[in-house]
């Protein structure tokens, strides 16, 4: 079993997307072990996106993470990493694949309506930098 950090981002949260991108996880096999709602500030969003401080779209992305709620997920199942990634698609939405959450839901490369973790060591820090070992089942 493996399990990874999902976010359904402030542009789904707010376009009542939730429901279905929750059910996509589901029915791609993976199970909810950890789901909470939080409208971060921007020094969590700073810190959660600290390997991208020096990219210059790092204070564009620190203000759309904290510009309304999102939905944290930790995430569990059989190569649960690379199923979500295969199930997110494309960082760009235009270049996502028909039926990808962002092809479904994002809007551009900025407003792409998810995250998820790209490896297990990323996976662990993601998860341990939002949720507590208490919060997971």
Do not use: W
């Amino acid at each position: 079993m493996e399990r990874t950090l999902g976010i359904v981002k402030p542009d789904a949260v707010k376009a009542k997307h939730t429901g279905k991108i929750i059910d996509a996880y589901l029915e791609a096999g993976l199970r909810i072990v950890g789901m909470k709602m939080v409208h971060l500030s921007p020094e969590q969003a700073k810190g959660f996106y600290y390997v991208h401080k020096e990219r210059p779209f790092f204070n564009d992305l620190v203000a759309f993470m904290t510009e309304g709620p999102v939905v944290l997920l930790c995430l569990e199942g059989e190569n649960a990493i690379s199923r979500n990634r295969d199930l997110m698609g494309a960082t760009n939405p235009a270049n996502a694949t028909e039926g990808t959450l962002r092809k479904r839901f994002g809007a551009n490369i900025e407003r792409n309506a998810v995250h998820g973790s790209d490896a297990p060591e990323t996976a662990a820090f993601e998860i341990g930098y939002f949720f507590n070992a208490f919060e997971l089942v």
